[in-house]
Nanobody, 117 residues
Framework: QVQLRESGGGLVQAGGSLRLSCVAP????????MGWYRQAPGKQRELVAV???????NYADSVKGRFTISRDNAKNTVYLQMNSLKPEDTAVYSC???????????WGQGTQVTVSS
């Protein structure tokens, strides 16, 4: 079973920063668009940011200018640098790999991000 391993969540005060990391198996990572999603209590899961296998990025309007997604192909890792965090960023953040060959989506277990006011 393919597993994505996330790390980097935690508790931070408003205005602070966190960096999330997600490691995927090499065979998946190389051919996948990688994304970060989040789900807050009582809300639907939403796309936060995505980076294609070619390095193109896209962000939710709510995080533009504050969050940066990047990928290190040598380490099979995607990162989400989150700056100027707000209480409304509090959610479980999950890593996603969308394999372009099969269109199969793989998910991590999620990591909690809590921003206190």
């Amino acid at each position: 079973q393919v597993q994505l391993r996330e790390s980097g969540g935690g508790l931070v005060q408003a205005g602070g920063s966190l960096r999330l990391s997600c490691v995927a198996p090499e065979i998946i990572f190389a051919f996948s668009d990688m994304g970060w999603y989040r789900q807050a209590p009582g809300k639907q899961r939403e796309l936060v940011a995505v980076i294609s296998s070619g390095g193109y990025t896209n962000y939710a309007d709510s995080v533009k200018g504050r969050f940066t997604i990047s990928r290190d192909n040598a380490k099979n890792t995607v990162y989400l640098q989150m700056n100027s965090l707000k209480p409304e960023d509090t959610a479980v953040y999950s890593c996603n790999a969308d394999d372009r060959r099969t269109h199969h989506a793989y998910w991590g277990q999620g990591t909690q991000v809590t921003v206190s006011s």
